[in-house]
C-alpha cells in the first residue's frame, strides 16, 4: 500500500463470483426479494393485482407496439419503484424502529417515489387511451 493512501473498504464475500455462477446466484436472490415482497409488503401485493389486469389489458387494446410498450412499461415501473420503497423501509426498519426525522423523511420520499408511479400510470395511460 502506498504511503497515506486510504485501505480499501470491505468488500462483500458474495462479489467474489463471476460467470454463470454470479448469474445464477442473481436469479435466485431476485426470485427470493419478489417472494418476500409477496410476502410482506401488502402494497406490492395490491399493484401486482394491477398488474395482472393491466398488462393483459394493454395487450389486447388495439394501439401500436410503441404505445403497447408505454402502457405495459408504466405499470411495471410502479412494481420497481415499489420494490425500491420496500427495501429502504425494511433497511430503515432494521436500524431502529425508534421514530426519527430522517427515517421518516426517507420513507416519506420513497412513499412519493410511489405516488409519482402511480401518477405515470394514470397519465401515460390517459395519453394513449384518449388520444
Known sequence: MVEGATPAPEESPFKGKRGLVRIVHALFNSLAGLADAWRHE??????????AVMVPV??????????????????????????????????IDRISFEHHSLSKRAKDIGSAAVFVALFNVLVVWACVLLA
Do not use: D, K
Not at 406490492?44 to 398488474?51: D, G, S, T, V
Open 42 to 51: 401488502s402494497a406490492f401485493r395490491q399493484e401486482i393485482l394491477l398488474a
Open 58 to 91: 394493454a395487450c389486447f387494446l388495439p394501439v401500436t407496439p410503441v404505445e403497447r410498450a408505454l402502457l405495459i412499461g408504466s405499470v411495471l415501473l410502479v412494481l420497481i419503484v415499489e420494490l425500491l420503497n420496500s427495501s429502504v423501509e425494511a433497511a
